[in-house]
């Protein structure tokens, strides 16, 4: 498979787009990327890119005149840093707390840059060199000995053959030996392959190649990652989202589009939205909106979180409730899928809910006070 | 429209501009140069007309012009029109003196508008920076603020000709304005006033006139003068008697870019006034590797280690940002995003300021500092200071001397004041020696102060270094507090005490954005004891100070039910102690003496303060020590009756927990529980209850708390027990003639041998 460099298979099995659960970030938007193909031909761009650097912006901030749908809220900034951080010989890495979407946003580089956002290796602490590298086809190996036959590759493997972009999720959770695989392939683009004759046993990393690692900042920081690894990457913070009400269209869209595909006909009224956006925001920020500060909860308080307790509290409103989304169906499910087991945090929310929830008058405030009942 | 409006050929070209922005500079320069008109029109302050020539001397910038005037409400209130070197106002003035053409300031004096008009930078961006149009340009253009908006469009573009760029900015002031909610009163009669100014001239002149505004106001004040806009009623400029009314001036007074860049909100201008200052001088393509050489300078002294790979990376970073974004050569934002991204390697925290951050915004602020030519006047200040000092006898000689103060006297408070307001600004030669100690509070019998004052050969640079901060004494200290106010952090007390300092040097005319500021300082203070010691000074200046004459005010009143609600917040969210009992225990008692000397004064709530005490007397979460306290305050306003209490203590009645507790409770309703028989009992039972390791245990702690009482209760108590348990006591309590360190080895020793002895059996059953 590693021979057949080209684009992107839905691999063997795969069948009808319409049943995957997740397609991949290039299949689900081709029309946008052919779009972008078509509008940037001949326009200059970094060698061994799919498009050129403006149109990867359009890609995923969304462009109106060509009809390109936005895919990511944030700041316009992070993502020029991060586009040209991969146009350069250092590879980029979104490190954030869990839920800021880093590894959403690491696919869509990767498919528009490259077209292919499947390279990925799957940091964890059994993660190994086969993994990242290269193992090999045992039968193959007995029989014929080391060739490029018996060579199974591995993502980085292919993404300096192909030319592509690699993606390496959550990379502190690997053991930092593991990480250091990285250090020469970054600086020399370069990988021995001592097994191999003399004449293929360097991999030259063919241009377009670069690494997009993300980190979590809550688990294993990034502190312990050695300096030499850091020194070839550009770090980017991927914050959670600054805006209020963009974060409220999100969480109302996402939770909607999740209902929806379970086939419940249920929508989220906006005061609810707002009432349950407001504390995942407030207690994320540890500050109010009138500037108070707040104690922070262990708990990331992501976005992706507020929109799985929508989505509950949704699925709990259908099948258990009259339909209808109440304030306590948010709360029991803010503690249940939101804090999980943090006795502390419940602890901190319900003295948000005291000195601040309380003071709130008018949309859903009230009733939502009314049920901290079921917080304890 | 626009055609005429951007005729540079005219008999009177219309300059357009961005206060401090260095493109405008340049071009406005070049326009001056190339058409040499008759006369040279300047947005700024007519009533400095007659003293014009002051501009022209050799002075270090940045300066500023400096307007002040005593308003209706009584208050004292002045604005800036700040130059620095790459001001368009300043390039214009400068190249019309050189080129020989007449030179005025166009715009309404600045007390004709004080009183609807509170901005006091009259050179700010608000009319640019609001609105529709810059919103959907920036979407358009794909940038994030006004100010990348301009950088593109107008700082970046060196292609562009001289008739180009000005028919750019009319054609972007023009629609800003038109997509504008409405334009303001004081912009309307300062854009009539304007207009009739450029009249005159024309009539007085025949030669060409050059008009320089804001370009907010360039379309308004041509449109008036070709009778497309006609004057409205209001628009009248008040008449020459009324306007002389009240008391006001005009100076020139040295300024900073420290100054120029705190600006916000309303009162914003173009920012990274070092950045532009570079710029300015050196505009060449790679001008920005001088100021990345610079942060790393900083970064360096600052013990980062910034290695020339770093560099390298950051320059990479920036050039290719810079080609993404279509910019000719690599801009401020090219330069800081560069830097973020190749230096930082770890996560940025939403409202922490990151080190490196503030070392590119410290070289991107930039250190200038004004100061006005040695044959210029001084500084209004200097003269302010000598009037002051003279007037009160506080003037400094070499022979030092000592003074005493009694505050309580009117003139004597007064001098005071003014010393205040020198150490403030660090004055050199005033320094304060002794006196009562306002902070701690502790002897207030009589408030006095000694102060020590001697000449020193620092005055006078003092002095005018202190200038930039304002032209009187009164407003360059208020203008220090706040500047003070600005670098602290999340901190109400040190919040409390400069608004202590502020009552202290009488400044109590203070802007409403040093209230906000203390405000917002006490509600982001995350630390108990902090915000309640604030509410301590806080409640001090509200309710007892009359030497100060702060008592009762209302803004006071508003900071002190501030820090009462956000005590109470965090007192509910205090957890297991960390060894600050003593300090957490004052905190409850601040709370509970500003809830019962203020609840009708500042309507606090009492069922919410109730509310907070229950749920910290029941919360398991909290240390014994804040559940006994809170048990004492609802004791004390009578919310709870002793039985409660007691069925409480039996809760703490383990040796681990039982002194916390009572010196909690007996800290908060100190009267209350040495009175009370039936407490007292119950203590003792307790007590009684312990074995004897078990009270050894307890004692370090219950020592502790029985100190809140002083010997005299403590015998009281004492006898109230020999009472209730029918013992007479034949003398006072017995005083043991060792340490008390000794007297509890003896005990555990005596403990030990009992025990040793009953496991041998030596004494049958119990002791």
Not at chain 1, 127 to 148: Q, R
Not at chain 1, 262 to 276: G, S, W, Y
């Amino acid at each position: 498979m590693a021979k057949k460099a080209s684009t992107p298979p839905p691999s063997p099995g795969n069948g009808d787009l319409a049943h995957l659960q997740r397609p991949a970030a290039e299949v689900l938007y081709a029309a946008d990327l052919e779009k972008l193909i078509a509008a940037d031909k001949g326009k200059p761009r970094p060698q061994g890119w799919a498009i050129t650097p403006q149109s990867v912006l359009r890609f995923v901030l969304g462009d109106d005149t060509l009809g390109v749908a936005p895919k990511f809220v944030g700041s316009r900034r992070l993502l020029e840093r991060s586009v040209v951080a991969l146009a350069t010989n250092r590879g980029l890495m979104l490190i954030g707390e869990p839920g800021t979407a880093k590894s959403y946003l690491s696919e869509l580089l990767a498919a528009a840059i490259s077209g292919d956002s499947t390279l990925t290796i799957q940091g964890s602490a059994g993660t190994t060199e086969d993994n990242i590298k290269y193992s090999w086809n045992y039968a193959l190996l007995l029989a014929e000995g080391p060739s490029e036959r018996s060579l199974v590759a591995a993502p980085l493997f292919r993404g300096m053959q192909q030319g592509k972009i690699v993606r390496f999720e959550e990379i502190t959770r690997c053991p930092i030996e593991i990480q250091d695989i990285l250090l020469s392939i970054l600086s020399d683009r370069v990988m021995s392959i001592p097994e191999l004759a003399d004449d293929s046993r360097s991999l030259y990393a063919k241009t377009g190649f670069n690494v997009i690692a993300t980190a979590n900042t809550r688990d294993r920081g990034v502190n312990e990652m050695s300096a030499a690894l850091k020194r070839r990457f550009n770090f980017e913070t991927v914050p959670p989202i600054a805006d209020l009400n963009e974060e409220m269209a999100l969480v109302q869209r996402e939770a909607e589009k999740m209902l929806r595909r379970a086939d419940i006909p249920i929508t989220l009224q906006a005061d609810l939205v707002e009432v349950l956006v407001t504390t995942f925001h407030e207690l994320r920020n540890g500050q109010t909106s009138g500037g108070k500060a707040l104690e922070g909860l262990t708990t990331a308080m992501s976005t992706a979180e507020a929109v799985s307790t929508a989505y509950a509290a949704g699925i709990h409103a259908y099948y258990y409730g009259g339909g209808q989304v109440e304030p306590g169906h948010l709360v029991q499910h803010l503690v249940g899928s939101a804090l999980k087991d943090a006795p502390d945090d419940v602890k901190k929310l319900e003295h948000y809910f005291h000195h601040v929830v309380k003071s709130r008058k008018g949309g859903a405030w009230p009733a939502y006070y009314e049920a901290r009942k079921f917080l304890s | 429209m626009i055609d005429a409006l951007a005729d540079i050929d005219g008999r009177v070209v219309y300059f357009p501009v961005r206060h401090h922005s260095p493109a405008c500079a340049r071009r406005v320069r070049e326009l001056i140069e190339s058409v040499k008109p008759a006369a040279v029109l300047i947005e700024g302050p007519s009533d400095f007309n007659a003293r014009i020539d002051e501009l022209f001397l050799a002075h270090r910038l940045p300066i500023a012009i400096y307007s002040y005037a005593r308003i209706a409400d009584g208050g004292r209130r002045g604005a800036y029109h700040p130059f620095c070197v790459y001001s368009p106002e300043w390039q214009a003035l400068q190249a019309a003196h050189a080129a020989g053409a007449m030179v005025r300031f166009i715009d309404l004096p600045w007390f004709d508008i004080a009183q609807i008009d509170a901005v006091a930078n009259r050179y700010s961006d608000q009319h640019l920076r609001r609105g529709e149009y810059v919103r959907r340009l920036c979407k358009q253009v794909g940038v994030e603020s006004f100010d990348d908006l301009w950088d593109t469009f107008f700082e970046l573009d060196g292609e562009l000709t001289l008739k180009e760029f000005v028919r750019r900015m009319h054609h972007f002031c023009v629609h800003s304005r038109l997509l504008d909610e409405h334009v303001s009163l004081s912009d309307r009669r300062r854009e009539a006033f304007m207009a009739a100014q450029v009249q005159a001239t024309l009539s007085e002149t025949p030669g060409r006139v050059v008009v320089v505004t804001g370009g907010y106001h360039s379309a308004a004040i041509h449109g008036r003068l070709t009778g497309a806009v006609s004057a409205e009623a209001d628009e009248v400029t008040p008449n020459q008697a009324e306007r002389q009314a009240g008391e006001h001036g005009i100076a020139l007074t040295p300024y900073s870019y420290e100054r120029l860049d705190s600006l916000r909100g309303y009162e914003a201008g173009m920012p990274n006034p070092g950045y532009y200052h570079e710029v300015w001088h050196q505009r060449a393509a790679g001008s920005h590797r001088r100021l990345l050489g610079r942060v790393a300078e900083l970064l360096r002294t600052r013990g980062q280690s910034i290695s020339a790979a770093d560099l390298i990376a950051a320059e990479g970073a920036a050039q290719g940002l810079a080609q993404l974004r279509g910019h000719p050569q690599v801009w401020r934002r090219d330069l800081v995003d560069g830097i973020i991204g190749a230096l930082i390697k770890d996560e940025q925290v939403l409202g922490i300021a990151h080190p490196l951050l503030e070392a590119v915004h410290e070289v991107f602020r930039g250190g200038e500092r004004g100061q006005l030519a040695s044959d210029a006047s001084l500084p209004p200040l200097v003269h302010d200071m000598r009037v002051l000092l003279h007037a009160h006898g506080l003037e400094a000689e070499s022979k030092p001397r000592e003074l005493e103060l009694d505050l309580e006297a009117e003139t004597e408070r007064s001098r005071s004041a003014i010393l205040h307001r020198l150490m403030i600004l660090g004055i050199a030669g005033y320094s304060q020696i002794g006196g009562s100690d306002l902070v701690a509070r502790t002897d207030l019998a009589k408030v006095w102060e000694q102060w020590r004052i001697q000449w020193s050969p620092d005055l006078e640079a003092t002095s005018v270094e202190a200038a930039r901060y304002g032209p009187t004494l009164a407003d360059a200290a208020a203008a220090r507090l706040e500047e003070r106010s600005n670098s602290v952090e999340r901190n109400a007390n040190q919040a409390a005490l400069l608004l202590l300092d502020a009552a202290l040097a009488e400044l109590t005319h203070l802007a409403d954005t040093f209230l906000e500021r203390v405000v917002s300082l006490i509600g982001s203070d995350p630390d108990f004891v902090s915000v309640t010691s604030a509410l301590g000074h806080l409640l001090y200046l509200l309710v007892h100070d009359h030497v100060l004459r702060t008592a009762g005010r209302a803004d006071l009143g508003r900071l002190v039910h501030e820090a009462f609600t956000r005590g109470l917040w965090l007192l509910e969210g205090l957890g297991q102690g960390e060894g600050r009992d003593r300090e957490r225990l004052s905190g409850v008692q601040a709370l509970l003496e500003a809830f019962e000397r203020c609840h009708d004064m500042l309507s606090l709530n009492r069922d919410e303060f109730v509310a907070v005490l229950q749920r910290v007397q029941a919360s398991k979460h909290q240390a014994a020590v804040i559940r006994g306290a809170a048990s004492g305050v609802l004791w004390t306003i009578g919310q709870c009756n002793a039985d409660e209490v007691q069925a409480q203590l039996l809760l703490f009645a383990d040796p681990d927990h039982l002194g916390d507790f009572l010196a909690g409770l007996f800290c908060l309703a100190r009267e209350a529980s040495q009175r009370h028989r039936d407490l007292v009992l119950s203590i003792d039972r307790v007590l009684a209850a312990f074995a004897d390791d078990e009270f050894l245990a307890a004692l370090p702690s219950l020592r502790l708390a029985f100190t809140y009482f002083t010997p005299r209760e403590k015998h009281h108590m004492a006898l109230t027990l020999c009472e209730a348990l029918g013992l007479k006591p034949q003398q006072s309590l017995t005083r043991i003639e060792v340490t008390p360190e000794a007297a509890a080895r003896a005990l555990a020793f005596e403990g030990r041998l009992f025990e040793a002895a009953k496991r041998f059996g030596l004494r049958g059953g119990d002791l």
